[in-house]
């Protein structure tokens, strides 16, 4: 069965940091490139960062750039977002999802598989 589980998420302060995981079973994601959305309440889903099979190119949001970091360990099939600086706008629920294309894709009409979704809260 092909699954994306996402984990990591939880509540923090503003400046506070969180590192998102994806995990995949089912799909080898060295075939996929990796897209990490974020959709807060009333809003539409966002990409928020993108990384290609190799890792070799990687792209962000302009809301984020500069505090989230993605990276990949196909080793371990595991897509990671590193999210530092965090500001009360970052609240959502994150979403990672995977694409057979070989270009890095924050548009989620261009993503395969999703996963389920992690909460972010960043409040004090």
């Known amino acids: 069965q092909l699954q994306l589980v996402e984990s990591g998420g939880g509540l923090v302060q503003p400046g506070g940091s969180l590192r998102l995981s994806c995990a995949a079973s089912?799909?080898?994601?060295?075939?996929?490139?990796i897209g990490w959305f974020r959709q807060a309440p009333g809003k539409e889903r966002e990409g928020v960062s993108c990384?290609?099979?190799?890792?070799?190119?990687?792209n962000y949001a302009d809301s984020v750039k500069g505090r989230f970091t993605i990276s990949r360990d196909n080793a371990k099939n595991t897509v990671y977002l590193q999210m530092n600086s965090l500001k009360p706008e970052d609240t959502a629920v994150y979403y990672c999802?995977?694409?057979?294309?070989?270009?890095?894709?924050?548009?989620?009409?261009?993503?395969?598989?999703w996963g389920k979704g992690t909460l972010v809260t960043v409040s004090s």
């Open positions: 999802a995977a694409t057979r294309s070989a270009l890095c894709l924050r548009t989620p009409s261009g993503m395969d598989y």
């Open positions: 089912g799909l080898n994601l060295d075939y996929y490139g």
């Open positions: 990384i290609t099979r190799s890792g070799g190119i990687t």
